[in-house]
């Protein structure tokens, strides 16, 4: 069974602070992505990987940054935290290959005064 | 570029009875498509993906879903609903080239309930 671990499950940060959520997979996965869930839009991606060392943009990318240090490692890091930016945020690997199945993690709740 | 619409925001059934659940993509090749489903503060979990062959794809749990070329659907159903069904469901497409491509687009979901 794949498995996607993520820390913190939760957190609060305040305005203006740097915060880093983690990721790792144990499914040697080479794609990696990282997204935000908020009522009334679904899942929406933000920063994606397809291996060590690499990183691109998703759809709403402004205000992070991502680390893809190995290959089980994807970090997400808001260096200037908002509160726009106040979700709930889910990481998921998939292999790439024919229909990229994407498995989830638990997800991490960010809560940003 | 892709997108996927799934019409109904809430849709409430009673324990038994049958469900569909709703999902229209636009895409300008056949793309791969997906149900992922989500309980209650978990993360989502695959119920189901289609590809290629046989528009029909069996799934986890009793569920299937059925694609249309001509409609651009892919519906969600099960014949007989339980009370643990209810969580949200989310439907998602992928260009079918998979690797570099292989990013996922998701409808903005469906909240099931079911009521005993």
């Known amino acids: 069974e794949a498995a996607v671990t993520q820390s913190p499950r939760n957190k609060v940060a305040v305005t203006g602070g740097k915060v880093t959520l983690s990721c790792n997979q144990t499914n040697n996965h080479n794609n990696m992505y990282w997204y935000r869930q908020d009522t009334g839009h679904g899942l929406r991606l933000i920063h994606y990987?397809?291996?060590?060392?690499?990183?691109e943009k998703g759809d709403i990318p402004d205000g992070y940054k991502a680390s893809r240090p190995s290959q089980e490692n994807f970090s997400l890091i808001l260096e200037l935290a908002t509160p726009s930016q106040t979700s709930v945020y889910f990481c998921?690997?998939?292999?790439?290959?024919?229909?990229?199945?994407?498995?989830f993690g638990p997800g991490t709740r960010l809560l940003v005064l | 570029a892709q997108s996927v619409t799934q019409p109904d925001a809430r849709v409430t059934v009673s324990e038994g009875a049958s469900l569909q659940l709703r999902c229209k993509y636009s895409s300008s090749v056949t793309p791969y498509l997906f149900w992922y489903v989500q309980y209650p503060r978990q993360g989502l979990q695959l119920l189901l993906k289609y590809y290629s062959g046989d528009p029909v794809v069996q799934g986890v749990n009793g569920f299937e879903a059925e694609f249309s070329k001509s409609n651009s659907s892919f519906h969600l159903r099960k014949a007989s609903v339980h009370w643990s069904d209810s969580a949200v469901y989310f439907c998602?497409?992928?260009?079918?080239?998979?690797?570099?491509?292989?990013?996922?687009?998701f409808g903005k979901g469906t909240k099931l309930s079911v009521k005993s």
């Open positions: 998921a690997s998939g292999d790439g290959m024919g229909p990229d199945t994407q498995y």
């Open positions: 990987s397809y291996g060590a060392g690499s990183t």
């Open positions: 998602a497409v992928s260009p079918n080239s998979g690797g570099s491509n292989a990013k996922l687009t």
